[in-house]
């Protein structure tokens, strides 16, 4: 079973961004714990970052034919990526929308998703640990 793991904008920057609201471990110390759970979980994980909803575009649509599920924290793209969520809704895929943050005790333009509604489910506010939620949850659906 492959998961595609999709970090949106400006996450790249975890550790020194914000770290009071979306922690101090940088984005490759996330990834290197998913990774590890993944093992731990008999699953492969392809990692993908952009800044650009484009690359991100691109990435979901060649590869989400070689996958079985995709769990992706958007960043702000979160809140008016029209383009990106139809590229996850064409992708027929389960999608799993994670934020590190709680955007719903955040600004108001943060608390609207326009991936929330294509999306099989959303992990908020759980920081880094919400990623090994959603794969769980992925995995053990995929096995029922
Ligand atoms: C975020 C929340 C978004 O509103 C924000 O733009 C981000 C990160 C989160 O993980 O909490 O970039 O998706």
Known sequence: MKILLIHGPNLNMLGKREATIYGHKT???IDSLIEKRAQELGVEVLTFQSNSEGALIDFIQTESLKAEGIIINPGALTHYGLSLRDALADSALPVIEVHLSNIYAREEWRQKSVIAPIARGQVSGLGWRGYIAALEIL????AQ
């Open 27 to 29: 984005l490759s110390e």
């Open 139 to 142: 995995v053990a659906e995929k």
